[in-house]
């Protein structure tokens, strides 16, 4: 059993990260740049209030996701965070 793990854990490739560890700052940047999500939220959300601004982004009813995206800007297919829109059943 040891050894099909050992297998196994070589075999499997860790998911595709362009910027490691995730949660820097770095990596906010990289995720961020060149999204539609930069249009959402740059008119003036950090003037508000904590509670004024998440009122407003509730209302908004958009969701993001990680993922494959075509950027804004560059039209290049990158990795990123950008517009979900959930497949309708």
């Known amino acids: ?5 050992l297998a196994a854990s070589l075999w499997t490739k860790p998911p595709y990260m362009p ?3 995730p ?3 770095a990596a906010y940047i ?3 740049c ?6 959402d939220f740059g008119d003036g959300l950090e ?3 904590q509670e004024e601004r998440d ?3 509730s209302e908004m009813g958009k969701q993001y996701a990680y993922g494959e995206m075509t950027g804004a800007v560059s039209g290049e297919r990158r990795m990123g965070v950008d517009h979900h829109t959930p497949a309708r059943r």
């Open 19 to 21: 910027v490691r560890p």
């Open 55 to 57: 009122k407003l982004v």
């Open 23 to 25: 949660n820097t700052i």
């Open 47 to 49: 003037a508000m209030g």
């Open 30 to 32: 990289y995720y961020l």
């Open 34 to 39: 060149d999204s539609k999500i930069l249009d």
């Open 1 to 5: 059993m040891l050894l099909v793990l």
